[in-house]
């Protein structure tokens, strides 16, 4: 965001900024009280701020902005010679400033390094809280959709590697998708064993025993593959997952269940368990049919507030837009990650998730932005009650 009383000033800001592509100017304030007002209301990742301004000056309004707008730093911009300003201004909360007239370069670098520390920051405060929540039960987020292909496994993968490597959390992810799992694909790693045969040790399992079938990524995350070949998705039944869910929420922070693109018995006791179901989509209207059916059957279950809606491959140019889609299905969107086949297929082959082989691209940063919206509505959900109803009860629900 640009604060300015000086139109042009803004406009010059605006225009050095314009081929950038990972910076967006989200708005403009013209002193220092709209630019409160705004700040609460845009929450922007930074702004530039003038100092002499009318109505409230910029380190007035850079102090209320600190202590009222988390996550928001802001670059003080001064002309030379306002040296006592300056130092007012880093005390009220800047966190840099740059003197004008300034280069293109000179500015985006400011907004790059006052963006990096930033979300450093937030990483361990979000890291702290984590710590601090350790002894309730874990929560469970199912990645789910009702149709195929849209991103599933791609993002459970990201988030999981996101919350446990960038924010420090315990993660588990488990794959569901018990024909054609491919989260230990995504991950480069070979499963001795999967779920399938933990299935068959159902009467001895404990957490002890579970621990062993789990696997260990460079990233933290511990993974519980689906089975090796289809014709053993049969053996794993909704009580074996509803056991190893139990379990795992008892040793770990966040549970991220990928699941297939249909409703089956262990995905409903995913769901079931869930504390979070991102529901994930694209634009297309086979999807958004599909999704729509979707969101009717969650309803009948009682899910739907538990329903976050996360829109995949976004900035596709298909003649339906994001605003079309909250307006068909009659929900708000959580998150929105934009379609960069080149990182995301380059990264799959890699078998390395982009949260760690790019983590500066803007579907990176989209996907953090997903992970710290998860983490807060973990934080308010802590003691959400268990359910319990499978295929039958899904059934049931239907046919009332
Ligand atoms: N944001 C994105 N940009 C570009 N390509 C993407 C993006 N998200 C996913 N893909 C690609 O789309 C394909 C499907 O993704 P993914 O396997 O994650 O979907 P899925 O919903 O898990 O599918 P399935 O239902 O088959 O399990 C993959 O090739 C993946 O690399
Ligand atoms: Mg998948």
């Known amino acids: 965001m640009i604060v300015d009383d000086v139109p042009d000033t803004c406009e010059s800001v605006r225009c050095l900024l314009n081929f950038e592509p990972r910076v967006e100017v989200v708005g403009e304030a013209h002193n220092g009280e709209e630019a409160v007002s705004k700040a609460e209301k845009l929450r922007p990742d930074v702004i530039l701020m003038d100092i002499n301004m009318p109505v409230l000056d910029g380190i007035a309004a850079t102090e209320a902005i600190s202590c009222r707008v988390s996550g928001c730093a802001i670059i003080i911009m001064s002309v030379q010679g306002e040296q006592e300003y300056l130092r007012q201004a880093m005390l009220a909360g800047a966190r840099e400033y740059i003197i004008k007239p300034f280069t293109s370069d000179e500015l985006i670098s400011s907004i790059y390094r006052v963006y990096d520390l930033e979300q450093r920051r937030q990483v361990s405060i979000q890291g702290i809280a984590g710590e601090e929540k350790r002894s309730a039960l874990g929560q469970v987020v199912t990645v789910f959709s009702t149709k195929g292909g849209v991103g599933k496994s791609t993002i459970a993968v990201n988030l999981a590697a996101c919350l446990s490597q960038e924010f420090g959390f315990s993660v588990a992810l488990v794959d569901l998708d018990l024909q054609f799992g491919d989260v230990a694909v995504l991950l480069n790693m070979t499963p001795r064993q999967t779920i399938s045969d933990l299935a068959v040790e159902y009467n001895q399992l404990d957490e002890e025993l579970l621990d062993a079938y789990l696997m260990r990524h460079s990233s933290g995350v511990r993974v519980l593959a689906a089975p090796a070949r289809p014709e053993y998705a049969e053996m794993v039944s909704s009580h074996h997952v509803e056991k190893v869910i139990k379990l795992l929420q008892k040793s770990y922070d966040y549970i991220i269940i990928d699941t297939p693109g249909i409703f089956t018995d262990p995905s409903m006791v995913a769901l079931d368990y869930a504390h979070q179901i991102l529901l994930v989509l694209s634009l297309d209207l086979p999807t958004l ?62 078998g390395k998730p982009f949260i760690l082989s790019n983590p500066h691209s803007r579907i990176s940063d989209s996907l953090r932005q997903l992970a710290r919206e998860v983490v807060s509505t973990g934080q308010k959900t802590r003691s959400v009650k268990k359910p319990r109803r499978f295929l039958g009860g899904l059934l049931s629900a239907l046919t009332q």
């Open 289 to 350: 049919k599909n999704i729509k059916l979707g969101l009717e059957v969650l309803d009948s279950l009682h899910h739907r507030d538990k329903v976050k809606i996360v829109l995949n491959r976004a900035n596709l140019e298909l003649g339906i837009g994001p605003g079309d889609v909250e307006r068909s299905l009659g929900v708000s969107l959580l998150s929105q990650l934009p379609s960069d086949g080149r990182l995301v297929v380059g990264s799959v082959n890699k």
